[in-house]
């Protein structure tokens, strides 16, 4: 995958420009394993081993002191200077040893080579398409489902109700109320509170001095 993106990022030549230099090389390679495989170029090859044997040339030159021409060995000879004059065994032998065709033949088993056909796979994928158009889409935010939470989180920030709702949280006599709802002096006031609203206590019953002192205080505190 690092390889995909280094070839998105353009560190590798155009797509275009090797895919068309491979090609004519794969063109004349073609034609070299055509020739490589015809009947022609086999036929030459047997005839140049044959015409290039000792054995050949011994009895060639015991039949030139006879009669040579004619003769069988004359016929292949014939033949075999024939097919060196074809313009496909030519092109064979000249291409077999170019510098083409070892360039080519040492990129098609390259790790490079292996690389891009990876590349060209993967650039002509769906999962290549899909990244591609996500990355050029400009909206593409705003067709995730976070952007639709995000959408509703305006909405609902913008109602009048929630504006009020934390434009009071902030005030400063929340903040106090809250602080007092969780004191311990409100929570003994309303203990005190329960008990001075006891039948007990209005019977006149109670006989804590400390008890009616503490119910006065608590009273007199501005923060209950």
Do not use: W
Not at 68 to 94: N, T, V
């Amino acid at each position: 995958m690092a390889g995909a993106f280094r070839f998105m990022l353009g560190f590798y030549p155009k797509t275009e420009a090797i895919e068309t230099k491979r090609q004519n090389l794969l063109n004349e390679f073609n034609k070299l394993k055509e020739i490589e495989t015809s009947d022609e170029l086999s036929r030459f090859l047997h005839l140049q081993k044959l015409v290039v044997s000792p054995e050949f040339l011994e009895r060639k030159k015991n039949l030139q002191n006879l009669t040579f021409k004619g003769s069988e060995e004359h016929l292949k000879e014939e033949e075999y200077l024939r097919f060196k004059k074809m313009s496909d065994i030519k092109f064979y032998y000249k291409y077999k040893g170019s510098k083409e065709l070892a360039d080519y033949l040492g990129t098609e088993k390259s790790q490079e080579l292996a690389e891009y056909k990876t590349l060209k796979n993967f650039v002509q994928s769906d999962a290549y398409k899909t990244v591609y158009d996500y990355l050029n889409d400009k909206k593409r935010f705003e067709r995730t489902p976070e952007f639709k939470q995000y959408k509703e989180y305006l909405s609902i920030k913008e109602n009048p109700s929630f504006k009020n709702y934390f434009k009071f949280i902030g005030l400063r006599q929340y903040q106090e109320y809250l602080k007092v709802q969780q004191s311990p002096d409100l929570e003994r006031f309303q203990q005190l509170e329960n008990f001075v609203k006891s039948g007990e206590f209005c019977s006149g019953k109670i006989t804590s001095r400390k008890g009616i002192q503490e119910v006065g205080r608590l009273c007199q505190n501005e923060r209950i």
